[in-house]
């Protein structure tokens, strides 16, 4: 009778104990925590959508983070210009988006390790007036609002010169019915512009140089240690260079 109460309550606790385990394994299954991308998805070939999907440069390398961080990436389309604000108050976890690394930007969030390069280029119209970059001044220029090309332009050209739209492709509709006489951009996107509208080119003259990299709120140095490593990770085993390759193939 002894033996048997003392069976049984070895039993009891095993299946309390066992019951424990398997809720709280259950609760993590579920509450995979998710990491939250703010990201401004018209700028082929780093996020853009596809099929009612994001895809892209930066959507399949921050994928890759989140599976590595066992995280659930969780992508926010938002203005570019509403990417860093929301970073700093923690609305979005970080920000991927073909976004160059600057010192005024450096004052606000922090930036992850460089994960490509980007260069600032001049789409203007075939046989336009616009030859090369000494030609764009008094020029009236098309940038994507917040962007280094706004700022760049802006600081160079003046103010007064140009225009600020919502996207690329939206700088890319003026210049071709004549509002703006060029658009500034980050290359890539500008030669997938270019490809997919008639009647444009880029200019061999290379504007600015630039680094892309993730931001993160100051204070979240913890999530950037971890996004950075995995980063790192994948930039060392190929897989950020298979990504690139896959989405721009001449390189
Ligand atoms: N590289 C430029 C910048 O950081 C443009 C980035 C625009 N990105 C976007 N997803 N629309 O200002």
Redesign the pocket.
């Known amino acids: 009778m002894k033996k048997s109460v003392k069976i049984l309550s070895v039993v009891l606790a095993l299946v309390i104990v066992l019951g424990c385990f398997a809720a709280c394994g259950g609760d993590k299954g579920e509450t995979k925590t998710t990491l939250v991308m703010a990201?401004?998805?018209?700028?082929p070939p780093?996020?853009y959508v596809e099929g009612g999907e994001f895809v892209g440069i930066?959507v399949e390398i921050a994928n890759a983070i989140a599976n590595k961080l066992g995280m659930e990436l969780e992508i926010k389309d938002v203005d570019?210009g509403a990417i860093i604000g929301g970073v700093q108050s923690g609305k979005f976890d970080m920000g991927m988006?073909?976004?160059?690394v600057?010192e005024d930007r450096l004052k606000d969030v922090n930036f992850s390790d460089s994960y490509a390069k980007?260069v600032q280029v001049v789409i203007v119209k075939d046989g336009g007036t616009i030859a090369s970059l000494d030609d764009v001044a008094g020029k009236k220029i098309g940038v994507?609002t917040?962007?280094?090309?706004?700022?760049y332009a802006s600081g160079d050209f003046g103010e007064e010169n140009v225009v600020k739209y919502e996207?690329?492709a939206l700088a890319v509709e003026a210049l071709k019915s004549g509002k703006v006489d060029c658009v500034i951009?980050?290359n890539e996107?500008a030669k997938a512009y270019v490809a997919a509208n008639e009647g444009l080119k880029i200019l061999e003259t290379e504007y600015v140089e630039?680094d892309?990299a993730i931001c993160f709120a100051k204070e979240n140095t913890e999530l950037q240690e971890k996004v950075n490593a995995a980063l790192k990770e994948l930039i060392a085993d190929g897989s950020v260079k298979n990504v690139v390759d896959k989405y721009i193939p001449s390189k």
Request: proline share 3%.
């Open positions: 990201t401004n998805a018209a700028f780093y996020e930066d570019f988006a073909g976004m160059t600057t980007g994507q917040n962007t280094t090309g706004d700022i996207n690329g951009i980050d996107p630039e892309y």
